[in-house]
């Protein structure tokens, strides 16, 4: 689902950026973006790709929960 939304949205193939749109559990995207968090960043824009808006909002606020459980102190 990711692939495909993000090949329509740039023109490009998902392969070209592809380490920078992670997919996955919420559990999953959480690991990716902690370093970020580790680092500074205080803003996140995630894109859910998900069955329905419901899911992905349920989907964006597990990240979100996860994140806070997992920050660096």
Excluded: I
């Excluded at 559990?25 to 959480?30: D, V």
């Excluded at 329905?52 to 994140?67: I, N």
Aim: with cysteine.
């Amino acid at each position: 689902m990711v692939a495909e939304r993000m090949e329509r949205l740039y023109h490009l193939p998902y392969e070209k950026f592809e380490r920078l749109a992670p997919a996955g559990t919420p559990e999953q995207l959480g690991e990716w973006l902690l370093p970020y968090l580790a680092a500074g960043c205080e803003h996140f824009t995630l894109v859910a790709t998900t069955s329905s808006w419901e899911a992905g909002v349920d989907h964006v606020a597990e990240v979100k929960r996860y994140l806070l459980e997992h920050a660096p102190a």
